[in-house]
């Protein structure tokens, strides 16, 4: 939703950054607002994942040039864990398997360690178990996943879902969902979407990385935009979703080398 | 090491020896026992370096030291060791710097199962003691166990009737307090025919100064018994710990051991298992967690020396700081024991540049209708494991505090005792946020 007294949360000028020596996002620009909700959607390989994880923080990623800035903070002055208490949350495309740590208890000092940040009181084992069977009611997940390593051999689409629970406990400002749809049955699509528009409120703003229109029914997005080779290279509303999904992606490209082309005889 | 060092050492820790009270006239082999342990203790040599079974452990910061038995028992109130207590434990046998002291000690009145210490019930069991004590852990070529027989007085004993099972674990508490002290706690159990019991084995300390630790353990389990044995080695900082535990493996019998080393300056435990009757079936697993500048040797053999054994090994250790870990773990598989089934893996974790670990899994095979695995990994924490736990919110130190206790408490969580589980994870968690 687009709001009237909204503030900026996240601005991103052009954004470098490399991998194994290797540049992969190439002059990104990207603002969201509070209350918003953007869709982007781009090629396999264009950067998305990249450009979540350089927003998390991700150690293997090295930012060569641009500028974040977090509710008005440099967002790379904060270590990963600063950035999750500032209110940035990643929902990974690919949530990694952690055995022998149980979920609760994970779950519990991620919860207990933003609560302390936030000067609110801490859970006990017995008061969060209360708390997070209530967050599971709204995701239909089942409770006897607390009791498991987290992610340790939950199925794909059960650990997308793991996720979005982690997002529900941590309420984050600006929430980043990196294809969650993908792995989740049709009934899942529908329940972890209900979840998302339920945590959404005018002080925060969610992220989606998809490559399809389907979640955007269910999640509407106030912009969408086109990811290539490392920069956004087009911004739409909700429509350029529809359009992209019956045309694909060549004339988005074709569209921006010939307004690149235009630029550069203008300048 | 230098021999003539070597030899003092020896000598000065034996200086006590004479003193000793004589075994009971029901035992009166017993002196003869430790007067063949004394002899043997002067014909052998400190290990040193070059000795094959302890080159990566070097013992000449214990053996520049010298230590005495205990004179007397220092008075402990029970409120001085409440920490130690079990809840689930149905038996107590407390010894302190290897003294028996009765008023710790708790012993159930009818828990079906014989729990004493030898200068007290030996003479009533006199023969079934005969047929088991010094007999499973030989001392011919290993000094420590001949010098621990050759101190042989109270030794904490525990038989388990035919077909009886015991509720409640029994636990034998080892504690140090006194500075320059050595100690030879000795245990012995025998689970007879048919019987259930577990057993824990724990060494804690209530002093930072410097003293020995030098145990033996033996346990025979008989035709179709069952023995659970949990052995927690948590002495202080500054102790010396060198034990030897031989465990004989009946018909069908089935021994289960978890230990966890986390305590003493230098460590060693050898823990030998034999399996003499068909189709007996151990597992045997442990956690060393060290750092600053420990170290910690286990030294394990187990030995299929009859068909349809079974055994099932993990081991792990977690190593921070500068400290250094050891493990040696043979299997031996001889001529005849035929469909053998056993599987070996030594898990190592790396917490910083200056910790390191040598660990050399060993196989002998000397029958060919057999199933043996084995294998070794030394890593370190995982970084992407590290991030996910970070992007949630939770400080490095903490990320990495839970990783390597979840390493740990895999082993952890093998112990059938809900309490001492829960007390070790405390302790584990605790520890591993001390590391450098
Ligand atoms: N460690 C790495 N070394 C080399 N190249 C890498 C590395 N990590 C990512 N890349 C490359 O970076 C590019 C962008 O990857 P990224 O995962 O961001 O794409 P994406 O847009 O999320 O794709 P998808 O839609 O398939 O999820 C890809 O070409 C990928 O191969
Ligand atoms: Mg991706």
Redesign the pocket.
């Known amino acids: 939703m687009i709001y009237q007294d909204s503030r900026t949360l996240l601005e991103v000028r052009g954004l470098r950054a490399t ?2 020596g ?1 540049e ?1 996002l190439k002059g990104l620009d990207f603002t969201v607002n509070s209350g918003e909700v953007h869709a982007i959607m ?12 350089v927003l998390a923080g991700h150690p ?1 990623y090295t930012v060569t040039g641009g500028t974040v800035s977090f509710m008005g903070r440099n967002l790379f002055d904060l270590a990963p864990e600063e950035r999750a208490r500032a209110g940035v949350f990643l929902a990974f ?1 690919y949530p990694i398997e952690i055995p022998g740590v149980a979920n609760s208890q994970f779950l519990r000092l991620a919860y207990n360690t933003l609560q302390a940040q936030r000067g609110k009181d801490e859970l006990d084992p017995l008061e969060f178990d209360d708390f997070v069977r209530e967050k599971m009611k709204l995701l239909e997940m089942n409770p006897d996943f607390l009791d498991r390593s987290v992610n340790e051999g939950f199925s794909g689409g059960e650990k997308k879902r793991n996720e979005i629970l982690q997002m529900a406990i941590l309420e984050p400002r600006l929430a980043i969902l ?2 969650t749809d993908s792995g989740l049955d049709i009934d899942a699509l529908r329940i972890v979407s209900q979840g998302v528009n339920q945590l959404a409120n005018p002080e925060s703003a969610t992220v989606l ?1 998809t ?1 399809y229109q389907r979640l955007l029914n269910y999640i509407v997005p106030d912009f969408v935009h086109v ?1 290539e080779a ?1 920069r956004i290279i087009k911004t739409g509303g909700k429509e350029l979703a529809l359009e992209l999904e019956t045309r694909g992606y060549d004339w988005v490209g074709a569209e921006h080398l010939e307004q690149e082309a235009a630029g550069r005889v203008a300048a | 090491m230098n021999a003539i060092a070597a030899a003092g050492y020896l000598e000065s820790l034996l200086a006590g020896q004479p003193h000793l009270p004589a075994a009971s006239p029901a035992l009166g082999w017993i002196n003869e026992l430790r007067a063949e342990a004394v002899d043997r203790v002067g014909e052998l040599t400190v290990p040193s370096l070059r000795d094959e079974d302890w080159r990566f452990t070097d013992i000449s910061q214990l053996t520049r030291l010298s230590f005495q038995r205990a004179q007397a028992l220092t008075p402990l109130l029970p409120a001085d060791i409440e920490r130690f207590h079990i809840a689930e434990a149905s038996n107590r046998l407390v010894f302190v710097d290897g003294l028996y002291a009765p008023r710790l000690s708790s012993i159930a009145a009818d828990s079906g199962v014989v729990v004493t210490h030898l200068t007290e019930g030996g003479a009533e069991h006199a023969a079934l003691i005969e047929a088991h004590l010094g007999r499973h852990a030989n001392f011919g070529n290993n000094v420590f166990a001949a010098l621990n027989t050759a101190f042989l007085q109270d030794a904490a004993l525990i038989l388990v009737p035919r077909n009886t099972t015991v509720s409640g674990p029994l636990h034998v508490l080892f504690i140090a307090t006194q500075a320059g002290v050595a100690s030879y706690p000795r245990c012995l159990l025998v689970a007879e025919t048919g019987s259930a019991v577990t057993l824990i084995e724990d060494y804690v300390a209530l002093q930072e100064a410097a003293y020995f630790t030098d145990a033996v353990t033996e346990i025979s389990v008989a035709d179709d018994a069952q023995v659970s044995h949990v052995r927690v080695q948590r002495e202080g900082t500054q102790g010396f710990h060198i034990a030897n535990c031989a465990v004989s493996l009946a018909r069908a019998s089935r021994y289960h051991s978890v230990s966890v080393a986390l305590g003493a300056r230098l460590s060693r435990y050898n823990l030998n298992v034999l399996q003499t009757g068909e189709g007996a079936e151990c597992s045997v697993d442990g956690l060393a967690l060290i750092a600053s500048r420990q170290l910690a040797d286990t030294h394990t053999y187990i030995d299929h020396a009859r068909p349809f054994g079974i055994s099932r090994q993990l081991h792990k250790c977690i190593v921070g700081g500068a400290a250094h870990a050891v493990f040696n773990g043979k299997i031996m598989v001889r001529p005849g024991a035929q469909r053998t089934d056993s599987a070996q893996s030594s898990r190592n974790l790396l917490l910083s540049d200056k910790a390191y670990i040598d660990t050399q899994p060993q196989l002998e095979i000397f029958a060919d209708d057999v199933k043996c695995t084995h294998g070794a990994t030394v890593g370190q924490l995982d970084n992407e494991e590290v991030f996910y736990l970070t992007s949630r919110g939770l400080s490095d130190d903490v990320a990495r505090k839970l990783l390597t206790y979840a390493f740990g408490a895999e082993i952890i969580e093998r112990i059938p005792v809900a309490s001492l589980r829960q007390q070790l994870a405390q302790t584990v968690l605790a520890q591993t946020s001390g590391q450098p």
Do not use: L, R
């Open positions: 991998v194994s290797i992969i781009g090629p396999n390989g264009s950067g998305k994942s990249t450009f979540a994880k293997a495309q990196d294809e990385v490559h990811m490392g």
